[in-house]
């Protein structure tokens, strides 16, 4: 009894963390179990290994001392305060910049960040460096967040966001228009003279336009998307998603059996129709001989006298 009681115990003990978690929970945590046990027993992987492949999202940035890490949560307090948790705090002026390192997973966006984390640790005012002091450094990571991203309409990677007015003017620099090169950043960003020639971002949907809060709605939907979807494991999403291209082509071709049917059946029309005038072409039918009607001869019978 006793051996029951302590079995029971533990039972329950394992199972308690699973009382609160939902279904996605549960079911990220079993596919988890078993794909380590497969990268680890199978492929022989060690734990570094297997960390490195399951982590779809990249692993965090290390926390600099003079850029604010962005994230879905903080993202309107940091550029309006420059706090992390404070939004009752003063805000930042009109004439503040910020200039913001939006970074992906790829070998671009690594060089990207180092640079600027270089410029911000060693350029930037607060660093003691020869920078405005009103310039102000954060980073974004594109695959980890999905509000900024998206209301910004940024989709690729490396880009720096030079926000101004408040961020409601934003210019853009993108891969290929500035070297990955410390002193060249650094140059550009000491010179307002030169970096405010960049377009200011205009349209429907910038900071302004016609769309911009339905742009933010739609930012927190996705948001939200992304963020469950994250909690789908890779195997499940494949079935998903093999599942619903089957079920589109489907439907696509769900009257093809009928549509088959219809042009054998006027195809074998067709090829009836040619044949009949193939042989009427080939066989014409014999000229009857124009005939002359010859009166019938009529005898009259001769009277007896």
């Not at 500035?178 to 405010?196: G, H, I, Q």
């Not at 219809?262 to 009427?280: H, I, P, S, T």
Request: proline share 6%.
């Amino acid at each position: 009894m006793v051996r029951l009681t302590s079995s029971l115990a533990l039972l329950a003990l394992a199972a308690a963390p699973a009382v609160h978690a939902g279904p996605l929970a549960l079911l990220q945590r079993a596919s988890d179990g078993a794909v380590r046990f497969g990268l680890g027993r199978v492929l022989r992987l060690n734990e570094t290994q297997i960390e490195r492949l399951l982590n779809r999202d990249g692993s965090p940035l290390e926390p600099h001392p003079h850029a604010f890490d962005l994230t879905d949560d903080n993202w309107e307090t940091v550029l309006g305060t420059a706090t992390y948790d404070n939004p009752y705090a003063a805000p930042v002026g009109r004439e503040d910049v910020w200039v913001v390192t939006v970074h992906g997973n790829d070998p671009a966006s690594k060089v990207f960040v180092e640079a600027m984390d270089e410029v911000a640790a060693h350029n930037s005012s607060g660093a003691g460096g020869t920078l405005p002091a009103n310039m102000r450094f954060a980073r974004l990571s594109y695959a980890r967040e999905t509000i900024p991203t998206t209301k910004w309409w940024i989709w690729k990677t490396p880009v720096i966001v030079i926000g101004t007015n408040n961020m409601r003017e934003l210019r853009f620099i993108e891969q290929g228009q500035v070297r990955p090169n410390v002193a060249t950043l650094s140059e550009l960003f000491s010179r307002p003279d030169v970096w405010e020639t960049l377009p200011v971002w205009k349209g429907m949907l910038a900071p302004g336009g016609r769309f911009e809060d339905r742009l933010l709605r739609f930012a927190k939907l996705w948001a939200k998307v992304h963020s469950g979807s994250s909690k789908i494991p890779n195997f499940v999403l494949l079935a998903l998603s093999g599942f619903l291209m089957n079920f589109v082509v489907t439907w696509f071709h769900k009257d093809d059996a009928k549509l088959q049917a219809e042009y054998r059946a006027r195809a074998a029309r067709e090829q009836a129709e040619e044949a009949k005038l193939d042989g009427a072409a080939a066989f014409p039918a014999p000229k009857t001989a124009a005939t002359t009607a010859t009166p019938k001869r009529t005898t009259r019978a001769s009277k007896r006298k």
